[in-house]
């Protein structure tokens, strides 16, 4: 039997031109694109972000290497067979989330500390495994507000692996609701909570979050500014009065001008504070009561 033959492009950006370069790469026939840089499981190319675009067939992979600026340094990748599917997972071993929680993944056994909690997290095909400064900034958020998340109801806007919903329930809240644009994210959601016994108090789906009603006491969304502006008005409208909400997915201003656009874009809240961990800050924010 003929093994599979998987195409891709690999390209190396600086960090703010990532999101047009990733633009640019789906409109140029891309199917799927992973990030790689200094963070992820798969280390990115030295002071750069490595865009690994995956293509149906060779010929538009082959159009795709042309079609980029040169100074990406675009070079073109096949793999054969299926087993790099998996290959990430020799990378990914127990870690700190946040001062006394500890995410393993299925296939590694741990020995919590008499003052850990564990989460048992398999990211799949989906966003967070908690190794990214803007999950851990989150993460450290929840920690940090236990009176917000005690008994909350809360809202994942972008739920990726689920990881921020299962912390938030782990601290104390009372149930989650998780949406994400993509359905493998969604699927993953659910397999994580059914992992960790938390499959009846975290519900998740593709609803777009401009259709979800009702109001959470804490709202999460760890997405990308260019994202966070225009559903500002949508996330406000589903944090209850006085609840938290903490945005993420937004860089530094000396790496790029998005925090103060953000800022703007959220103004009807009141500021509580804005954390910073490498190039990425997570914005606090109340509602009005």
């Not at 790469?25 to 790689?36: K, N, S, Y």
Request: a negative charge.
């Amino acid at each position: 039997m003929t093994e599979p033959r998987f195409h891709q492009l690999l390209v190396d950006v600086d960090e703010a031109e990532a999101d047009v370069a990733s633009s640019i790469l789906f409109d140029i026939g891309a199917t799927g694109l992973e990030e790689r840089d200094a963070t992820t499981l798969a280390k990115g190319a030295v002071g750069k972000v490595t865009l690994v675009a995956s293509f149906d067939d060779e010929e538009t992979a082959r159009q795709a290497l042309t079609a980029v600026p040169p100074e990406w340094s675009p070079r073109p990748e096949v793999i054969v067979g299926d087993a790099f599917r998996d290959e990430w997972k020799k990378f990914f071993h127990p870690f700190t989330l946040c001062p006394g929680i500890v995410v393993r993944p299925p296939w590694e056994p741990y020995d919590a500390k008499p003052d850990e909690r564990v989460l048992e997290l398999e990211p799949g095909r989906a966003f967070g495994t908690g190794l990214h400064e803007t999950t851990s900034l989150v993460a450290d958020a929840l920690l940090t507000h236990p009176k917000d998340v005690a008994n909350a109801r809360v809202l994942d806007v972008g739920c990726g692996s689920g990881i921020l919903s299962l912390l938030a329930l782990l601290l104390g809240a009372k149930s989650a609701r998780g949406v994400d644009v993509d359905p493998d994210a969604v699927e993953v959601t659910r397999e994580n909570a059914a992992r960790n016994g938390y499959a009846e108090r975290l519900e998740a789906d593709t609803t777009d979050v401009r259709e979800l009603d009702g109001a959470y006491g804490v709202v999460l969304a760890n997405i990308e500014a260019r994202v966070l502006i225009p559903l500002a008005s949508a996330i406000m409208a589903r944090t209850a009065p006085g609840g938290l909400l903490v945005l993420s997915g937004v860089l530094a201003p000396d790496v790029v001008a998005q925090l103060e656009e953000v800022k703007t874009a959220y103004s009807a809240f009141t500021l509580e504070g804005v954390d910073r961990k490498g190039e990425w800050v997570a914005i606090l924010l109340r509602a009005p009561h």
